[in-house]
């Protein structure tokens, strides 16, 4: 199998090579960067891994790659992920995520090539959710607060109509809440966990600034959400839009709590407004009973493992630079 990975370079692009070469290590995995990246790390943690750069916001770019790649599988991973940041780059979001997803589709059909293509969608576009509206299903109303809700919910529509109009065999993927090693620091967990490994290599003050507490999600390890990444990958699934969740409730309150209990030192919490989001959703909880019926995926590594193996990460980035 041949397989094209868009935004291979980010946190669900790493450990995707990671699953699909333990699940088949004669799998051809092709991968697109874009921007700055580290290629010998990438290289390095993902030997074999072909990589190609490109800039899916420059159509005649995507062309050549496709061409090399000759994809049997696409995962479309690529993306500008932030929800605060798209509040200063409200363009560019769009941009990214809705123009560079069209770009891709219309190259697809320009070339020949059928390839199965998954596309990461997010559990932001469906906005505030009313009590009466729990646990999310798939066909609930997509009502996004944040420029990157919209540009999502662009890029989600465009897929399933580019199924339903031209024939591509897309899959959407609505990814909730995921964490684990190597999620950048402006993600609540591996903010909380960053923040406790450096005050334990005493690099920082043993205070934890946070945001917002209240909020609950649903946490799904970033191993679990490849892993339906993979098996969702199937041709029989086209046009068929899946949770990747856990149907749990988790405050981030408790995700907190859980840190600082595996903390190696006492940490003081102080409330920083500057974290605290313009347009905050305070309840997202998915679910899976779709993506179970149908490929008998469900979550598996428990929160508090999660969570171990993500402080575990910052410990030995940090304790590099102590």
Not at 77 to 90: E, G, I, Q
Not at 138 to 150: C, I, K, N, R
Not at 236 to 264: K, P, W, Y
Request: proline fraction near 5%; charge should be negative; aromatic fraction near 6%.
């Amino acid at each position: 199998m041949r397989f094209l990975i868009t935004g291979v370079t980010g946190f669900v692009g790493s450990h995707l090579v990671a699953e699909l070469r333990a699940h088949d290590d004669s799998a051809e995995i092709w991968g697109l960067t874009w921007g700055e990246y580290d290629r010998r790390s990438l290289e390095s943690a993902a030997p074999g891994i072909r990589l190609l750069a490109g800039d899916l916001v420059d159509r005649e770019s995507v062309k050549p790659i496709l061409a090399k790649a000759q994809p049997d599988v696409i995962y479309h991973l690529a993306a500008a992920t932030s929800v605060a940041r798209s509040w200063d780059s409200v363009a560019r979001s769009l941009e990214i995520n809705a123009i560079g997803t069209a770009h891709l589709f219309d190259a697809i059909l320009g070339s020949g090539l059928d390839p199965v293509v998954v596309v990461s969608s997010t559990a932001e576009i469906y906005g505030r959710i009313k009590d009466t509206d729990t646990p999310v299903t798939e066909d609930q109303p997509l009502a996004p607060v944040s420029p990157y809700g919209t540009s999502k919910v662009a890029q989600d529509l465009l897929t399933a109509q580019f199924h339903t109009g031209r024939g591509l065999a897309t899959i959407r993927l609505r990814f909730f809440h995921l964490t684990g090693p190597g999620r950048p620091p402006h993600f609540v967990a591996s903010s909380f966990a960053r923040q406790i490994a450096r005050a334990e290599a005493g690099l920082a003050p043993r205070t934890i600034n946070v945001g917002n507490l209240d909020s609950v999600r649903d946490f799904t390890d970033v191993r679990d959400a490849v892993r339906a990444c993979r098996i969702a990958a199937d041709r029989n699934h086209a046009g068929q839009v899946f949770h990747v969740c856990t149907g749990r409730e988790t405050a981030i309150t408790e995700v907190l709590d859980l840190l600082l209990a595996m903390s190696e030192c006492e940490i003081s919490v102080e409330v920083d407004g500057d974290r605290v989001r313009r347009s905050d959703i305070p309840w997202l909880v998915g679910d899976p009973s779709r993506i179970k019926a149908a490929t008998g995926w469900r979550a598996e590594i428990p929160l508090e493992k999660t969570l171990k193996d993500l402080l575990d990460w910052w410990r030995e980035r940090e304790r590099v630079q102590s």
